[in-house]
């Protein structure tokens, strides 16, 4: 900005072959209603313009357009009043007059190539807020599905407790299998069922048992159906097995021989319904 009709024409010579879209006004008033209509990058302005100095006039292109750019040109003698306005962020940088072209012309450029720069990194300070917002959201769902399931642990092995305790206070021998005949489970009443039988977790069911008594955990594995014995193999004992869905192992159930009688002739009586999968 310059009402000097020959510094506005010397300007515009010198932009000529730059590939710069150019505005021009004579006075700080006109300046800013070019604001009004124009996203400009860079301004150039004289300190010495009627109406209002040039720091006054890019002090309200700051509040206007705060990314934009401010050069200001000026002599020597207001050189004070150029500094200050430096240090308080008004004015971008200082050009003396008379000045040589090609110093303004790379000034210019520079001031161009800075201005990209900071619209880049503010692009790229936008896009990292943008990430860091969904890096939250993300964080903040993975710690709701952490609790959820946290949550489904708690209730599942409350239920295993509960289960287990309530196998354990049974009055009747449960002892688990998985599909190689390894035992991974006995309740508490068990021992009162296989006196004299040498068993333990991860034993395998073979070693205790003999070869009939195995045949029905074999059986149960391999026809996926309820298998049960007399109560003549051990010591008047009897032994219903269930298998577990997908070949997961077998569950062996050991009753008295008195309870196994009652037991089938209730089996009986259900069958009249048609019901009973104990073999």
């Given at each position: 900005?310059?009402d000097e009709q020959?510094?506005l024409?010397?300007?515009k010579r010198?932009l000529?072959?730059?590939d710069?879209?150019?505005l021009?006004?004579e006075?700080?008033?006109e300046?800013?209603k070019?604001f009004?209509?124009n996203?400009?990058n860079v301004?150039?302005?004289?300190?010495?313009?009627?109406g209002?100095?040039g720091?006054?006039?890019?002090?309200?292109?700051?509040?206007?357009?705060?990314?934009?750019l401010?050069l200001?040109?000026s002599?020597?003698?207001?050189?004070?009043?150029?500094?200050e306005?430096?240090?308080?962020g008004?004015?971008?940088?200082?050009?003396?007059?008379p000045?040589?072209?090609?110093?303004?012309?790379t000034?210019?450029?520079n001031t161009?190539?800075?201005?990209?720069?900071l619209?880049e990194?503010?692009?790229?300070?936008?896009e990292l807020?943008?990430?860091?917002?969904?890096?939250?959201?993300?964080?903040k769902?993975?710690?709701?599905?952490?609790?959820?399931?946290?949550?489904?642990?708690?209730v599942k092995?409350?239920?295993l407790?509960?289960?287990?305790?309530i196998?354990?206070y049974?009055p009747?021998?449960v002892?688990?299998v998985d599909?190689?005949f390894?035992i991974v489970?006995?309740n508490?009443?068990?021992?009162?069922?296989?006196k004299?039988?040498?068993f333990?977790?991860g034993?395998?069911?073979r070693?205790?048992?003999?070869?009939g008594e195995?045949?029905?955990?074999?059986?149960?594995?391999?026809?996926?159906?309820?298998?049960?014995?007399?109560p003549s193999?051990?010591n008047?004992?009897n032994?219903?097995w269930?298998?577990?869905?997908?070949?997961?192992?077998?569950?062996?159930?050991?009753i008295?021989?008195?309870v196994?009688?009652?037991?089938?002739n209730?089996k009986?009586?259900?069958n009249?319904?048609g019901?009973?999968?104990?073999e």
């Open positions: 900005m310059d020959n510094v024409k010397s300007l010198l000529l072959d730059a710069y879209k150019i021009t006004a006075s700080g008033e300046g800013l070019a009004d209509e996203e400009i301004v150039i302005s004289d300190y010495r313009m009627p209002m100095n720091v006054e006039f890019l002090r309200k292109v700051k509040e206007k357009s705060p990314d934009t401010r200001i040109l002599g020597y003698a207001d050189a004070v009043a150029i500094v306005a430096i240090n308080e008004q004015v971008y940088r200082f050009i003396t007059k000045w040589n072209d090609q110093e303004l012309l000034t210019i450029m161009f190539d800075q201005y990209s720069l619209k990194n503010e692009a790229l300070n936008g807020q943008q990430r860091n917002l969904k890096l939250q959201e993300l964080t769902s993975l710690e709701e599905k952490v609790l959820r399931r946290t949550h489904d642990l708690e092995n409350n239920a407790k509960m289960a287990q305790n196998l354990n049974l009747v021998g002892l688990g599909s190689d390894t489970y006995m508490e009443a068990l021992n009162g069922f296989l004299g039988k040498n333990g977790l034993m395998d069911i070693e205790v048992f003999k070869d195995c045949a029905l955990v074999e059986k149960a594995l391999k026809s996926q159906k309820q298998v049960g014995n007399s193999h051990i008047d004992i032994m219903i269930s298998p577990l869905p997908g070949h997961g192992g077998a569950i062996g159930v050991f008295t021989g008195h196994g009688k009652a037991h089938a209730k009986n009586q259900n009249l319904v019901a009973g999968d104990v």
